[in-house]
């Protein structure tokens, strides 16, 4: 099985940049898809990006597109996010999550339920 773990959160004003990193433990990280997901205060996860098993493949959230891009490295096991241009909306804690990856329509794999295993969450604060 895989586990997930986030780092790079952390507090940075409007228009700053940060890089999120996902490290993925496990023999199979090759296998899955990825994607990063956020949720803040009283809202419900949503989607912000993913990526196919073999980086060919990315999708975004409209609030995201443009300033956030999705990237692995698979021999590192490594997932990472870039966010530039952040605004106090992408304030939230952001999850990293894997899905066995079988093909088919990425544009519809944006559901947390279809995600698992799932980091722990890394805080991203963007002041105004």
């Known amino acids: 099985q895989l586990t997930l773990a986030e780092s790079g959160g952390g507090l940075v004003q409007a228009g700053d940049s940060l890089r999120l990193a996902c490290e993925a433990s496990?023999?199979?990280?090759?296998?899955?898809?990825m994607a990063w997901f956020r949720q803040s205060t009283g809202k419900e996860r949503e989607f912000v990006g993913g990526l196919s098993r073999a980086g060919g493949r990315t999708w975004y959230a409209d609030s995201v597109k443009g300033r956030f891009t999705i990237s692995r490295d698979n021999p590192r096991n490594m997932v990472y996010l870039e966010m530039n241009n952040l605004k106090p909306a992408d304030t939230a804690v952001y999850y990293c999550a894997g899905r066995l990856d079988y093909g088919g329509d990425y544009r519809g794999f944006t559901a947390p339920a279809l995600y698992n295993p799932w980091g722990q969450g890394t805080q991203v604060t963007v002041s105004s």
């Open positions: 496990g023999r199979t990280f090759n296998s899955y898809a």
